[in-house]
C-alpha cells in the first residue's frame, strides 16, 4: 500500500534547527513532485516547500525563503526538510505530500503528519 511517514519532529528552541524525513512507499517514487505542507491552529495549511521530480528545481513560501532546505534522494524514495533559524510561528504539523499532474486528473497523497513546536 501506498505510504509517506514523516519523522524528525519535536521541540526545538528558537533559532535552532530541525530536521523533517519522509519515507515513501508503495508509488513510483521518482514520478512524484514532493512537498512539504504545514497546518498551524487558527491558520489555514500552506505549502511550505516543493522539489520537482528529480530535484532541478524547488521552490519556498516567502517566510522560510533562506532559512528551508527541501531536497529529495530518489535512491532512498525519501524527502527532507532542513529547517534553520527556526522561529516560534514555524510550530505546526508538517505533511509531507507526493503529487502527479496528469491531463485531466492528478494523483495525490498525504503522510500523517509530524509535530514541530518552536519554543523557548
Known amino acids: 500500500q501506498v505510504q509517506l511517514v514523516e519523522s524528525g519532529g519535536g521541540l526545538v528552541q528558537p533559532g535552532g534547527s530541525l530536521r523533517l524525513s519522509c519515507a515513501a512507499s508503495?508509488?513510483?517514487?521518482?514520478?512524484?513532485?514532493m512537498s512539504w505542507y504545514r497546518h498551524a491552529p487558527g491558520k489555514e495549511r500552506e505549502l511550505v516547500a516543493v522539489?520537482?521530480?528529480?530535484?532541478?528545481?524547488?521552490n519556498y513560501t516567502d517566510s522560510v525563503k533562506g532559512r528551508f532546505t527541501i531536497s529529495r534522494d530518489n535512491a532512498k524514495n525519501t524527502v527532507y526538510l532542513q529547517m534553520n533559524s527556526l522561529k516560534p510561528e514555524d510550530t505546526a504539523v508538517y505533511y509531507c505530500?507526493?503529487?502527479?499532474?496528469?491531463?485531466?486528473?492528478?494523483?495525490?497523497?498525504w503522510g500523517q503528519g509530524t509535530q514541530v513546536t518552536v519554543s523557548s
Open positions: 505530500n507526493a503529487r502527479r499532474e496528469r491531463v485531466g486528473a492528478s494523483v495525490t497523497f
Open positions: 508503495g508509488f513510483t517514487f521518482s514520478s512524484y513532485v
Open positions: 522539489i520537482t521530480n528529480f530535484g532541478g528545481r524547488t
